[in-house]
């Protein structure tokens, strides 16, 4: 079975660092892209970026590029997404899903991330 | 990179179809077989209902199906259930130097 499993809600503070993960099982994890996706509060999907586990390549939306770090390690199947200050407005839910051809079949169950202004 | 055009808001009755745009441009909707259509309830994660315009995951529904015209694709729920009432996304790969795909900016069904 197919799982993705995220790092549990975060509250920080403006201006801290956050790392949070997603651990894929169940697949091979180094043959399928994984995304990062944000939903801020009562808002849509966004693409920020995904990153390809076999060789780390990672590709940004221009919207977040520069703002957050995707990364991974494979040796532990598992993908990050990394602020390095954090500000209210990265308030939101973040989806890490299993990419392929532009279809996201697989979700992690999401990470609440709060930034109290 | 802009957001695929959805309409904000479709409402049906119970029983009836309904069909959700999703408009793009010869970059995306209209340049690749790559549509993917998502469900999603209140403080959940989103689910694949469609991909590669008008193909169904395993365990999806026959009342949901889809389909592309142009650079238009459509989602379309029939007989529909008051447990389709949730928001629905588009998505679509898209031709860019950057990310590659792209999310519509959502529809909420509301079952009547």
């Known amino acids: 079975e197919v799982q993705l499993v995220q790092s549990g809600a975060e509250v920080k503070k403006p201006g801290e660092s956050l790392k949070i993960s997603c651990k894929g099982s169940g697949y091979s994890f180094t043959n399928y892209w994984l995304g990062w996706v944000r939903q801020m509060p009562g808002k849509g999907l966004e693409w920020m970026g995904i990153v390809y586990p076999g060789d780390s390549r990672t590709r940004y939306s221009p919207s977040f590029q520069g703002q957050v770090t995707i990364s991974v390690d494979k040796s532990i199947r598992t993908a990050y997404l990394q602020w390095s200050s954090l500000k209210a407005s990265d308030t939101a839910i973040y989806y890490c899903?299993?990419?392929?051809?532009?279809?996201?079949?697989?979700w992690g169950q999401g990470t609440l991330v709060t930034i109290p202004s | 990179q802009s957001a695929l055009t959805q309409p904000a808001s479709v409402s049906g009755s119970l029983g009836q179809s309904i069909t959700i745009s999703c408009t793009g441009t010869s970059s995306d909707v209209g340049g690749y077989n790559y549509v993917s259509w998502y469900q999603q309830y209140p403080g959940k994660a989103p689910k694949l209902i469609i991909y590669?315009?008008?193909n169904r995951p395993s365990g999806v529904s026959n009342r949901f199906s889809g389909s592309k015209s142009g650079n238009t694709a459509s989602l379309t729920i029939s007989g529909l259930r008051a447990e389709d009432e949730a928001d629905y996304y588009c998505?679509?790969?898209?031709?860019?130097?950057?990310?590659?795909?792209?999310f519509g900016g959502g529809t909420k069904l509301t079952v009547l």
């Open positions: 998505c679509s790969y898209i031709a860019s130097n950057t990310l590659d795909v792209v």
């Open positions: 590669e315009v008008s």
């Open positions: 899903a299993r990419v392929e051809y532009g279809a996201a079949e697989y």
